[in-house]
């Protein structure tokens, strides 16, 4: 698997049918929506102005919700994959 | 629950007729108008520049006011959820 | 009352016949003109780079002079109020 | 008197004919020119990243120059006074 | 070899037919593609605002996923290279 | 003479007759050309984020290099000058 | 020789007879093409957030390459010079 740098993770994009049961439905409004994925790697996190690492909040396996127009498409053996950062993921579901 | 990421907090969209009775109504002017919600997660909170992470202000529970334009909608059981950066909370009701 | 967020305060603002008598006017020319307020409630304060809070500067009952289109209106008890940073007040009078 | 907040101080304006003795004349260029004036009060100074509040470099009493578009207007006792962050003053005169 | 400045890295860009067998492949959407390279230097890091300089998590002889449209094009003995800051690679193949 | 401001510093600047023996005559094309003048005034220095002012690198005395289009313009007894801030000084002569 | 302030350098343009013989040659694309030159005066070096003033990677006699666009140019002795900030400089040659 692909090392994402810095704050950055990648994530499995979840199909409609795969979502989660959580429940969660999105509005038909004019308000930006999110998507929702697997994360499938992690990146050391963010350097902080004191010099510091800070690891991501996120681990491998963790479904989440993300920012709909953020990060970056590759494909991965065929499967839709992003690389983000994690300032761009919402919440773990 | 979902598991809102860094200074995020997900919030209940509270309808009109669920407003708290402080008494608080908005003007008829071209200002920004708030709106109303309560607080149902809450993230770790934002990691400052000396790599310290500082816990939120609101907690789960807090009714709270908050710019009307911020945050990501979703539905959650079909109810109205805003995920929310605490910054464009304005104050606990 | 409600509790402001970070460096917020919440301002009654002040009609034009309750004027402090301080002696202040406003000329009639083209700059920013500034409002006149008392402030009702004030924020635990902004957090720093290095993550300390540092407290505001006034305290509820001061009469303040602020950036005239700064703030969020509401009305609590039928009267106006506006939530505003710290840093668009001005002065203390 | 009033008490300017953070980084601001109080400059009450000075008129042409009241202007220092040190020989500054304004030339006729398309360049922005300062004006003149006298610093009446002075706020706690502005806090930087660590938290820490440095107090401003004038005090009441001096004569300063200033941006000619920066601050604030307001008249006090019928006088005209610009309430003004002390980096938009260039020089005590 | 050039030593890049900073948190510059040079890279070799990789045509079609290197390309890893990692099974990556761009969709065909309107977002933003990647590209891949070989890392053939590393600068010393950048220097954070505490003074301290980081060092790159790349190394020579990486294969790197970058985006499309950074960095600065160079040739050297008639190859195409890139010279581009280490956050604008996403992630180590 | 003024005492500038922060990082500010006061420089007469010299007419072409005056410059420097140096040998430097700026080309006739489109880039920005810098003008010279001699430091008279010097300021206290920039406060940094962590609370510490900094001296200026230049002195009074100083002949120096500036951006062409940088700072403002005062005249002092009949002679023109500027307030111009240290980042603005290119080099000294 | 000139004294450069703060990030800044001094460097002599070479001409395109001059260049190095590492082999590099710019593509002809629409990307920003860098440009080459010798290091003849070198800054004492940014002042970072701590106060700190961390010394250039480069040094007196380095051949560089830089940004095309980057830079004040100067005449020293009838000869192309530029003054330029040491991160706008992309790689020592």
Redesign the interface.
Known sequence: M?????D?V?IRVLEKEEKTK??????D?A????SEGEVV?VG?G?????????AP??AVGDKV?F?KYAG???????V?HL?IS??D?????
């Open positions: 692909m090392k994402p740098l810095g950055r990648i959580s429940g969660i439905f999105l509005p409004t308000k930006e929506k999110p790697a050391a963010k350097v902080y102005d004191n010099g510091q690492r800070v909040e996120v919700m920012s970056t498409e590759v494909k991965i053996d065929g839709d690389v994690e300032r993921i919402l919440a773990i579901l």
